[in-house]
């Protein structure tokens, strides 16, 4: 089966080579080699640490003020819907936000407006299984807040490829903007190993900016370790641990290492040394989620999303900072309204697209 994959890649007057023959030999002999291994994918370098950054911590979920969230969902199959939010004495939250959402199996699609003006929006593409294709856009009022950022995601068996773009541009007559590429392989069904490059160069009379970073992921049974290290010294680990069938529980750790005064020698000279821990733990009710974090800088965070009837969800935020004396509390209240027609359709067979987020 390696051999026909492989002999659709050759031209007719390669297939009888007999160097295109060993080579096509080595392949296809690695090739069962390593699926005999029954190796998983691993994710993407991006993600690396998503058990514990984006399951169990709270960090990009928190709020303060009030906020009210109206959604109005008109199709399941495909996926369309808009909503309305507005926010009161928040910070980060613009008063009034639109937004609409249409997903299929192949495409998805997001708009955000805002009161101030604010455009954002996010479209996503599956060419196939394997390979996807995301691009982001952010327009505002004002010179230098327009951003647009082109993802291509490569998804095998074994292994992630990604292709990053930010901001790229050949208009001053040369390349700018900044490029990331990463690439994230699985050698044992437990361990991955991966590396991520960085090309910038923010105009033509500025000089390029490279760096290379690396990372690990190691998963065990019903606990997940991964780290980092980047070129800028600075070092990212983090442990993920499931302890009941409701409870996971997370730590993550950042050190930086950077040139500066650190006080060492006579000079002055050294390096400065940087670093944060932060443990957090998540709690599955049967109608609601409790999330709660403390890192060593002081900060008490805690985040309640409680499901009071099925269109309706309230979450709490609050966040307390013991080294500065400084308290934040947010509440807000999700309302969700669907047509009569389209809560029938979903009893029925509600099968959601599995849209490319």
Known sequence: MGDAKMETFLPPYLQSNAIATALRDIYTSFSERREALGLANPGTVENIAREVQKDVFLTNSMFTGLRADFNRPLSVSPLFQYSHAFAMGSQGLPPYGFSAIYGTPKVFMQGNLDNDGQLSARANYRWNNTFVTKCNAQIAPGPGQAMVQLDNDFTGKDFTASLKSINPSMIEGGLTGIFIGSYLQSLTPRLAVGLEAMWQRAALNAGPEAALSYCAKYRGSDWIVSAQIQAQGAISTSYWRKLTEKVE????????????????????????????????????????????????????????????????????????????????????????????ELMSQAGQNATPPTVPF
């Open 249 to 340: 529980a997370g730590v993550d750790l950042n050190l930086q290492f950077a040139p500066g005064m650190g006080g060492g020698g006579l000079m002055g000279s050294g390096s400065r040394k940087e670093g944060t821990t932060t443990v957090g733990a998540k709690y599955d009710f049967r109608t609601s989620t409790f999330r709660a974090q403390l890192d060593s800088s002081g900060r008490l965070s805690c985040l309640l999303e409680k499901r009071v009837l099925p269109p309706v969800q309230v979450t709490f935020a609050g966040e307390m900072d013991h080294f500065k004396q400084q308290a934040k509390v947010g509440l807000a209240v999700s309302i969700e309204v669907a047509p009569e």
